[in-house]
């Protein structure tokens, strides 16, 4: 599975570590538990960046990464409370349990931000997994966003 990550440049060297999220805290996780968001396209990456920012044109480097599918597991939509795009507690302790179980390297989460039915998948990593070193780089250029999404 091939997944793309977003990240201001000066931070694209340690995209993969997870310590943005863990001090920050995100949909999927509470603060202190690293964890790296990705998306399945890039169009969807820049979506899920967009909802984030305010300001001025910035450049991002995206990164594009390819991860073992056997490594890569699936949130069953039963398991998302209603409410779930609304309330981040509901996804959060969700994504806790599952980078403290360490069941897969990557997850399969619906994006709050398109309709689940369309099938866009926002793809979770977490970086304390043994099989980590595993990822392998595609591709990085550098992206600049422009100012009408923020």
């Given at each position: 599975m091939n997944v793309w990550r977003l990240v201001a440049t000066p931070h694209a060297d340690s995209a993969f570590d997870g310590e943005g999220a863990a001090r920050y805290t995100g949909r999927w996780n509470p603060?202190?538990?690293?964890?790296?968001y990705t998306a399945d396209s890039l169009?969807?990456?820049t979506l899920e960046l967009s909802v984030h920012l305010?300001?001025?044109r910035m450049v991002?480097?995206?990164?594009?990464?390819?991860?073992d599918d056997a490594l890569v597991g699936a949130l069953p939509e039963v398991q998302l409370a209603k409410?779930?795009?609304?309330?981040p507690a509901l996804t959060q302790r969700l994504g806790e349990k599952w980078t403290r179980s360490f069941s897969s390297l990557a997850l399969r989460v619906p994006s709050s931000l398109v309709d689940a039915r369309?099938?866009?998948?926002?793809?979770?990593i977490s970086?304390?997994?043994p099989q980590h070193e595993s990822i392998e780089e595609v591709q990085r250029?550098?992206?600049v966003l422009d100012e009408r999404l923020h």
């Open positions: 603060r202190g538990v690293r964890m790296v169009a969807l990456a305010a300001g001025a991002y480097a995206a990164i594009e990464v390819t991860i409410g779930w795009a609304e309330d369309s099938r866009e998948c926002n793809v979770l970086p304390a997994h250029f550098e992206i």
